[in-house]
């Protein structure tokens, strides 16, 4: 599929993502999504990638839904279930299930649909000029993209209720405080942090990095001994790892490892 | 002013000559039903009466559709002392002799706070005072909590060799996390406003002066907002702790879905585009 709205990169493991609708700062039309979907399809199922760098073009990350998309239904019997279904939960699953680690740099505004991409990536970082805002109540609509389940499980009931209901704009720095995101940094500095971190977490090691992320997606509806059990099967899959022998013997050698991802 | 409010009285208390025997007041303006614990000289315990009076005026508002938010709140120095211990207590005498507290859950506090979390309306507390016990966890039951500088929130049951009732015990590793929600519960701890907002249990914390004026402002623009989102957004997060991510998803679908055919999602998005501000009627 050859993209118009979003752009993708390779370097060494490392893929990028960047939304590319700038003079909308980046809402995602009908067309962005189903490009957004088959591009996190092919990278999921791309075993050279080993981790995903999700960004925007211009001053924005993503504006949430564009409502002012020509390809959108309108009127009193336009399906808002129907958009979900077919494009963005599957991108928000394939987000989550996708055995690499997703650093989000958040260069500018996410809105709506746009912070639930932020909030399902494994670590967001954004630029301190950034802003978040759950924008659905203010058009009748509830957050969607997952983030009825991101928002009490990151800031907990009380402020998800709040967040949700009143639609503040919030800023990168009170994201930070709520653990919304992971870190906070100079716009000017955005890019490259983010960049190093996901290209870290590419050279990692990768099949430990997607185990995490199928633990901690297990947790929050786990009973502790069920999460016990899946510690100890994957910890059993994880021992007999080639990153594993790697990094037992070079930190006997007090050496670097060299992770393969295998 | 007094007989002013005493005209809007409604409901059970109605016929009750006195306003200090009212147990709640109940005042219905602009969309917001505002009700206030009344018991002040016992800093707002709870009683059976005043929880009926609560259970009643909750269930009246389910089905009101021109009341479109809620506003809790208590007279005096406290929001709610939690259950009130006097008079022989909430326990009702079990075969055995001893109280039955659970008799006294079943009846009157959990369905409390059942009625509050399942209102297809926001619920927003001013938590003028102490809330303590029952009175703390009537407060995290509320969508919005608003508390005044004063405030404290106390989860006082060890002290009297019991366990956070009233949904606490949900409640508090929800809001904030399963080790700070052992050591409030086993502790006993009594938290300042501020230290309950720093940990997510109160959404703004705003001078003593202030607070009912705020309280009385986020209602009032809640009760003009899109009801059936507010509903959804309810029903999403009630359930949201213990779905998948997969399961919520598609409840997402279905409640978006539902909202997409509403009146106010067609006035939203009409507004967005013409950039004014929405009128929201709630259906």
Redesign the interface.
């Known amino acids: 599929m050859a993209y118009d709205r979003i752009l993708l990169a390779h370097d060494q493991g490392l893929a990028t993502l960047t939304l590319n609708a700038p003079d909308k700062l980046n809402a995602v039309s009908r067309k962005m999504i189903a490009e957004i979907k088959d591009c996190w399809e092919t990278l999921a199922a791309d075993s050279s990638v080993r981790a995903v760098l999700l960004t925007g073009a211009g001053r924005g990350f993503c504006a949430g839904a564009d409502l002012s998309d020509p390809d959108r239904e309108g009127g009193p019997t336009a399906d808002s279930g129907a958009a979900l279904d077919k494009f963005f939960n599957p991108v928000i699953r394939l987000m989550r299930s996708m055995p690499k680690p997703i650093v989000a740099a958040v260069n500018g505004p996410a809105a709506g649909v746009g912070m639930s991409f932020a909030l399902a990536s494994d670590i967001a970082i954004a630029a301190r000029s950034a802003t978040f805002l759950q924008a659905f109540a203010r058009i009748g609509l509830l957050p969607d993209g997952g983030s009825t389940w991101f928002l009490p499980r990151m800031v907990g009931d009380q402020r998800a209720r709040a967040l949700a209901m009143l639609a503040p704009r919030i800023t990168a720095e009170q994201a930070k405080a709520w653990g919304l995101i992971w870190d906070v940094v100079d716009d000017g500095a955005l890019l490259a942090t983010a960049t190093d971190v996901a290209r870290r977490l590419g050279d990692g090691p990768t099949l430990a990095l997607a185990r995490i992320k199928a633990a901690l997606d297990k947790s929050s509806a786990n009973q502790l001994s069920s999460q016990l059990d899946l510690e100890r099967d994957f910890q059993r899959e994880l021992g007999r790892s080639e990153d594993y022998r790697e990094g037992v013997a070079a930190f006997l050698a007090k050496r670097k490892p060299v992770f393969k991802g295998k | 002013m007094r007989r002013d409010r005493m005209a809007r009285l409604r409901g059970p208390c109605q016929s009750r000559p006195a306003m200090e025997r009212t147990p709640v007041i109940v005042v219905r303006e602009a969309g917001v039903l505002t009700l206030i614990l009344n018991r002040p000289q016992r800093l707002n315990a709870l009683n059976p009466a005043l929880i009926e009076a609560v259970n009643h005026e909750l269930a009246r508002a389910r089905d009101d559709h021109d009341i479109r938010a809620v506003l809790l709140t208590g007279v005096g120095r406290g929001f709610c002392a939690g259950a009130d211990l006097a008079d022989g207590g909430p326990g009702e005498s079990g075969a055995d002799g001893r109280p039955d507290l659970g008799a006294a859950m079943d009846r009157l506090f959990n369905p409390m706070i059942r009625n509050i979390r399942t209102l297809a309306k926001?619920v927003v507390a001013a938590v003028n005072g102490v809330a303590a016990g029952g009175g703390a966890n009537l407060a995290?039951a509320c969508?919005?909590?608003l508390a005044a500088r004063s405030a404290r929130f106390d989860q006082a049951f060890v002290r009297i060799s019991l366990m956070p009732d009233l949904g606490g015990t949900w409640?508090l590793p929800?809001?904030?996390?399963d080790a700070r929600a052992r050591a409030l519960a086993m502790l006993g701890a009594s938290l300042p406003a501020e230290e309950a907002e720093r940990m997510?249990?109160?959404?703004q914390v705003l001078d003593d002066g202030l607070l009912m004026g705020e309280a009385r402002e986020?209602a009032a623009?809640?009760a003009a907002?899109?009801t059936?989102?507010?509903a959804?957004?309810?029903k999403?997060?009630n359930v949201?702790?213990?779905?998948?991510?997969?399961q919520?998803?598609?409840?997402?679908?279905?409640?978006?879905?539902a909202?997409?055919?509403?009146d106010?999602?067609?006035?939203?998005?009409a507004?967005?585009?013409a950039k004014r501000a929405?009128r929201?009627v709630g259906r």
Do not use: C
């Open positions: 926001p995290l969508d919005i909590v409640f929800h809001i904030v996390g997510g249990m109160v959404w986020l623009q809640l907002g899109p059936l989102s507010y959804a957004i309810k999403a997060m949201a702790p213990t779905n998948t991510l997969d919520q998803l598609d409840l997402e679908r279905d409640s978006q879905r909202l997409g055919r509403s106010d999602f067609r006035e939203g998005v507004a967005f585009l929405p929201f």
